[in-house]
């Protein structure tokens, strides 16, 4: 079998070509492993004909959509000599997702997300935590998240708040959990706790649903760029209210397993 790794923004992804009897769940959990397997947030499955994409989180459960995910599935199209046209539609759980590739080389696109779904539309949820309470926010943006607004990351791993809040939510299954915090109008920083993950370095869908909120309330203009360590994300409105995010990513492996993984 070969895997290959990608990371979008340090949200990294292990994928592999689609084949029958597969137990994918049993897969992820054992390939995105770091002691006995290769190390990822999760493994995609990548449909060829037609463009298809699914993604299994380290926990083998499966996940709707992802938007790192999808940036590191088009950069792995376009490796593979497997696209030629520029502006692609990929199926998703979460239904069918437009990609357009703007650079090669270094590789970025533009996703479009779609328009959010806001489950409760002025008030937010309050979650009571032994500290204090936190107002969060509910949304569905190709997936369930839930935002939180705050000064500071003090605290937030070592207190386990993203655990924490993700369980108590309006979601039967919980939630993402992403703590925005604004340096102005433009730039802001995402935490995020990710179900089936825990907390991850990147959220392509995640702080796609912080600009939304963030942009219900008032809180940025039309665009706002969301800074990691491994690069900027870059969100828009389009002219018909769908969310856009405009991102990068990079190959970090080929890897040939010497035999099949067997249970």
Not at 50 to 66: T, W, Y
Not at 94 to 106: Q, T, Y
Not at 178 to 205: D, H, I, M, Q
Request: overall charge negative.
């Amino acid at each position: 079998m070969i895997v290959f790794k990608y990371h979008g923004c340090g949200n990294s992804f292990l994928i592999i070509n689609k084949e029958k009897d597969i137990d994918y769940p049993w897969l992820s959990k054992r390939l995105c492993n770091v002691i006995d397997g290769i190390g990822s947030d999760g493994l995609i499955v990548a449909g060829i004909n037609p463009l298809s994409m699914r993604i299994f989180n380290k926990d083998g459960s499966e996940a709707s959509m992802c938007g790192n995910g999808i940036r590191c599935f088009v950069h792995y199209l376009l490796d593979q000599g497997l696209i030629e046209e520029d502006f692609l539609k990929i199926y998703t759980l979460a239904g069918e997702i437009e990609v357009k590739v703007i650079s090669p080389n270094p590789f970025i696109c533009d996703v479009n997300l779609g328009k959010p779904k806001f489950r409760i539309e002025n008030e937010p949820t309050t979650v009571s935590t032994e500290d204090k309470p936190f107002d969060l926010y509910s949304i569905w943006l190709g997936t369930e998240h839930g935002v939180v607004f705050v000064d500071s990351f003090a605290l937030l791993e070592e207190k386990n708040l993203g655990s924490i809040i993700a369980q108590a939510t309006p979601f039967e299954t919980g939630t993402n959990v992403n703590f925005l915090l604004f340096l102005n109008s433009e730039n802001a920083l995402v935490k995020t706790y990710e179900r089936g993950v825990g907390w991850t370095p990147s959220c392509g869908t995640g702080a796609g649903a912080c600009f939304a909120i963030a942009q219900k309330f008032a809180k940025c203009q039309q665009f706002l760029r969301i800074l990691y360590p491994y690069g900027i994300l870059t969100y828009y409105v389009d002219s018909s209210d769908s969310i856009h995010l405009v991102g990068p990513s990079q190959k970090v492996a080929k890897i040939f397993l010497e035999k099949r993984i067997e249970k």
